[in-house]
């Protein structure tokens, strides 16, 4: 299976911050990776598919990019709505597979 | 827009098989894949498999030998079966919709069931 390394594990940082979170994929997966926003509770929610084509409907702020195997998840300019769980998974080869998480939390 | 729900029991004893449905409302199940995804309290995410309605599957090697998944057409619907559970399958059990190639992941998703193992 691939694995994905995702850092930091967690990270602390104030609102208008730019945020930036790394995955790294044991072996190359070209574009075919993913990036999700989860809160306390809920499901996650899809924000990035093929390293950086923005979902419909998410924040302009968010940005991906990378290929390969080293992406990069950035927040420009971080609002509070943005205080969550962060992953990134990979779609290239079975088994999909996630990275362990990154918490943003307010500093 | 598609919206996808879980249910099933929330207790399942050890040793037992774990069954969960999510009903796709909203839209046609057919031409897509659908996956089961997991989450243990406090932990990361782990794909369990997907299923095309076709009725083809793919499933993690770490619960192969465990899991089957049906899909029901005439229903909307997708299933979990996940045998001979212990404790450590206790988890928010969460069914998305999946994607074909490089437009992957997954989206929507439902709101989670939580299964609890115990007897």
């Known amino acids: 299976a691939i694995r994905i390394t995702q850092s930091p594990s967690s990270l602390s940082a104030s609102t208008g911050d730019r945020v930036t979170i790394t995955c790294r994929a044991s072996?190359?997966?070209?574009?075919?990776l993913a990036w999700y926003q989860q809160k306390p509770g809920k499901a996650p929610k899809l924000l990035i598919y093929?390293?950086?084509t923005l979902q419909s409907g998410v924040p302009s702020r968010f940005s991906g990019s990378g290929s390969g195997t080293d992406f990069t998840l950035t927040i420009s300019c971080l609002q509070s709505e943005d205080f969550a769980t962060y992953y990134c998974q990979q779609y290239y080869s079975y088994p999909w597979t996630f990275g362990q998480g990154t918490k943003v939390e307010i500093k | 827009q598609v919206q996808l729900q879980e249910s099933g029991p929330g207790l399942v004893k050890p040793s037992e098989t774990l069954s969960l449905t999510c009903t796709v409302s909203g839209g046609s199940i057919s031409s897509y894949y659908w996956s089961w995804i997991r989450q243990p309290a406090g932990k990361g995410l782990e794909w369990i498999g997907r299923i095309y309605t076709s009725g083809s599957t793919n499933y993690n090697p770490s619960l192969k030998s465990r899991v089957t998944m049906s899909v029901d057409t005439s229903k909307n619907q997708f299933s979990l079966k996940l045998s001979s559970v212990t404790a450590a399958d206790t988890a928010v059990y969460y069914c998305a919709r999946d994607s074909k190639g490089i437009r992957g992941g997954f989206d929507p998703w439902g709101q989670g069931t939580l299964v609890t193992v115990s007897s």
């Open positions: 072996q190359g997966i070209s574009s075919y």
């Open positions: 093929a390293a950086s």
